[in-house]
C-alpha cells in the first residue's frame, strides 16, 4: 500500500506563491509518473501538470508558465510551485502517483486566492 501526504494549501492573495508538496510513503519500490490534479466542487477532476521519474514534465495550458512540477527521487516526493496564482485558481489540489502501474491518491489540499 501507498500513501500520499500533501501539504502546502493555504490562502493568498492574486499574483501571489505557494508551494505544494505530496511525500509517498509505504510499499514502494520505484515510483512512474508523479503529479497535480485539482477540482473544484461540481466539476470534473482536472489536470494540472506531471513529472516522469526522468523528469519529464507535462502542463496544463492553464499554469504554463505559472506553475512549476518538481521531485525528489530520494525522498518520493513532488513539489508544485505555484506563481502568478488567480481567483480561478482557487480549489482543491489532489496529488497522484503511479507505482507499480497503480495510481494513488493524495487526500487533497485546499488553495484560495483571494482577489
Known amino acids: 500500500q501507498v500513501q500520499l501526504v500533501e501539504s502546502g494549501g493555504g490562502k493568498v492573495q492574486a499574483g501571489g506563491s505557494l508551494r505544494l508538496s505530496c511525500a509517498a510513503s509505504g510499499s514502494i519500490f520505484s515510483i512512474n509518473r508523479m503529479g497535480w490534479y485539482r477540482q473544484a466542487p461540481g466539476l470534473q477532476r482536472e489536470f494540472v501538470a506531471r513529472?516522469?521519474?526522468?523528469?519529464?514534465?507535462t502542463y496544463a495550458d492553464s499554469v504554463k508558465g505559472r506553475f512549476t512540477i518538481s521531485r525528489d527521487n530520494a525522498k518520493n516526493t513532488v513539489y508544485l510551485q505555484m506563481n502568478s496564482l488567480k481567483p480561478e485558481d482557487t480549489v482543491v489540489y489532489y496529488c497522484?502517483?503511479?507505482?507499480?502501474?497503480?495510481?494513488?491518491w493524495g487526500q487533497g489540499t485546499q488553495v484560495t486566492v483571494s482577489s
Open positions: 513529472i516522469s521519474s526522468g523528469g519529464n514534465t
Open positions: 497522484f502517483a503511479v507505482v507499480a502501474g497503480r495510481n494513488y
